[in-house]
């Protein structure tokens, strides 16, 4: 009896597997790759009391196919562009292209996707040639970290791999586990990622999970993609300040790679601007950045220029509000000399000098009215003719636009031209005010008092908590570029004192920190949010980064405090 209910239990069990084998096919045909490994680890629990050796052989062809569809897109990593969490003075003052920082961007990246373990490894020129070190590691030996970064460096060497590597469930059969076999003790699933930009690699991420299958999450698609926007613009950074280094002709607007400090963020708003600058970078649809001034609009621009396929042309950026109408359509399109009065010479407009590359047209909502309709005729012809020209010239120019007002109001309202507006309208982007971000508002002060206390004392101070507070319940109508100004005096006011306090802020924050502009009422759930995310971190600081006291302290459930904190993006430093 006990031999036919064991017969009967792994005809059971064989005919699960295969159903399950099935469903995880069609799951990756329609691109579910998460639901699709979770099913493959479902199969492999089951498949453990069949003897059928062909299950096994299906199981790792499965989870290949599932590896390759999460990497989708994910291995291009100079298409990506993401905001560094928690990395206030990454960069030495005046010290080489070489971050100082790299445990806060390991911790900042293991805690927003649940890793247990993981490293980063520089390239370095060791006289020798180029060399691997580790910057930083956590969960890992040092040994380990340079075996398992010895591993990579030489399965890019070979030619076997050339970008990121997913390994979903790790396996003694596996190529890794053979090179490294101490890496089964401490992950069941890990990743390897490139730092590079434009085909130069600057370094390596690896991280890695263990307890995974049925009743553990490996990497996901959404853990994979952040990842390599993480890394992406953290290349950005290194690509950037190397090239500033060394390249005295660079065509960019900032003379210094910290000017990408204003787009700094773990706010869950702007992180989801970011991603969708990151996509649209590669192609070449115009778009136009809304948002208050103060926000930010011309670095991201920048960015999209930076991370594109024209990154090696010029990036050349005008006013609109600032040009003179008399002067704007010379500016932009050039003039032939003696087309009117002091063109004593010929000169080749904006679109023209930036062929190949990127214009940046900020305010382009004070554009004349007159002007608008020779730009939306150029947008539409991608021809230029110079003032006083009678020559038309083709020009290759990608256009990316700013504006601080509602052009489709202003549309509307007969103040802007219609037809330009829906042109201009291929990709637009939103950029949150500073005070949608009050969960922001810390890291940067963190940065920005590192920063300027160098360039203005030499010492950094220390920060007063209620000097923090009454920063992060400010209004900031002039979003991070007051922000800036408002720590630049306050560190002159503070030299000799060591410490950073509210009487060294303006009236206006540090006497009415709750304060909004006149006739304005502050909402409410932006307020609240600012008070939360403020009492987690306070919370978080006293219980020394002890989740469970925090949660207990705050008075809410443990899963609930996590998903709080990955909410506001809090890392613990």
């Known amino acids: ?57 299906s199981v790792v062809a ?31 003052q005046g010290g080489p292209a070489v971050p100082r920082n ?17 490293f980063i490894a520089m390239i370095s020129h060791d006289g020798r040639g180029l060399a691997t070190h580790i910057a930083a590691r956590k969960g890992l030996t040092e040994n380990l970290s340079e075996q398992l970064s010895g591993w990579f460096d030489g399965e890019l060497s070979s030619g076997r791999r050339s970008g990121t590597c997913f390994f979903s469930r790790l396996d003694p059969a596996d190529d890794i586990v053979m090179a490294v076999p101490a890496l089964l003790s401490v992950a069941d699933s890990c990743v390897f990622m490139p730092i590079a930009l434009h085909d130069q690699r600057f370094g390596l991420l690896c991280l890695a999970k263990s307890g995974v299958g049925a009743g553990g999450s490996a990497f996901d698609r959404a853990s994979l993609d952040f990842l390599a926007t993480y890394m992406g613009f953290l290349a950005l950074f290194l690509y950037e300040k190397g090239r500033g280094a060394t390249d005295e002709t660079v065509h960019t607007p900032f003379e210094r790679i910290e000017s990408f400090e204003n787009i700094i963020t773990q706010n869950s708003k702007m992180l989801d601007v970011l991603g969708l600058a990151r996509k649209v970078a590669p192609s070449d649809l115009t778009v136009l ?23 090696g042309r010029k990036f050349l950026s005008i006013n609109c509000a600032a040009i003179p109408e008399a002067l704007l359509e010379s500016e932009l399109f050039g003039h032939k000399r003696g087309s009117f009065t002091g063109a004593h010479s010929d000169k080749k407009g904006l679109l023209a000098e930036a062929e190949g590359g990127t214009v940046f047209l900020d305010e382009v909502g004070k554009m ?38 509602d052009l489709h109001q202003m549309a509307m309202e007969g103040k802007f031209l219609e037809d330009l507006y829906y042109r201009l309208l291929d990709f637009p982007l939103v950029m949150p005010p500073l005070r949608e971000r009050p969960d922001d ?45 408002t720590l630049r005096r306050a560190i002159v006011l503070a030299q000799g004192d060591g410490v950073l306090r509210p009487e060294h802020l303006p009236e206006q924050i540090a006497g009415t920190p709750d304060a909004v502009p006149s006739g304005e009422v502050a909402p409410l759930k ?43 993006g809090i890392v613990k430093d």
Request: aromatic share 4%; hydrophobic share 40%; net charge negative.
């Open 526 to 568: 932006e307020t609240l949010a600012g008070i939360e995310c403020r009492e987690i971190r306070r919370a978080l600081e006293i219980s020394g980064g002890n989740k469970s006291q925090a949660s207990r302290v705050l008075k809410i459930s443990y899963p609930n405090l996590l998903k709080k904190i990955r909410h506001y």
């Open 368 to 405: 004349p009215f007159s002007m608008q309709g020779k730009l939306l005729h150029f947008m539409d012809t991608k021809i230029v003719r110079p003032v006083g020209g009678n020559v038309e010239v083709p020009v290759d120019v990608r256009i990316v636009c700013a504006s601080k007002a």
């Open 441 to 485: 508002v810390e890291l940067l002060t963190r940065h920005f008092v590192e920063r300027f206390s160098m360039e203005l004392a030499g010492e950094v101070p220390a920060l007063d908590r209620g000097f923090l507070d009454c920063l992060v319940q400010h209004s900031w109508p002039g979003n991070v570029r007051e922000l800036e100004k």
């Open 1 to 57: 009896m006990d031999a036919q209910e064991d017969g009967a239990a792994s005809v059971s069990d064989l005919v699960l597997c295969q159903v399950l084998e099935k469903l995880a096919q069609v799951q990756i045909q329609l691109g579910q790759f998460d639901d699709a490994l979770l099913t493959v680890f479902e199969l492999e629990r089951h498949a453990t009391g069949c003897e059928d050796p062909t299950l096994d052989n």
């Open 62 to 92: 499965l989870r290949n196919q599932i590896e390759a569809g999460l990497l989708g897109g994910v291995n291009d990593t100079e298409s990506h562009l993401q905001a560094i969490s928690g990395l206030p003075g990454l960069f030495a």
């Open 289 to 311: 950045l809304s948002g208050e001034t103060g926000t930010g609009k011309g670095l991201l621009a920048y960015s999209i220029h930076a991370l594109s396929k024209r990154a």
């Open 102 to 118: 790299l445990g806060s961007v390991l911790a900042a990246g293991m805690e927003r996707v649940q890793a247990d373990s993981g």
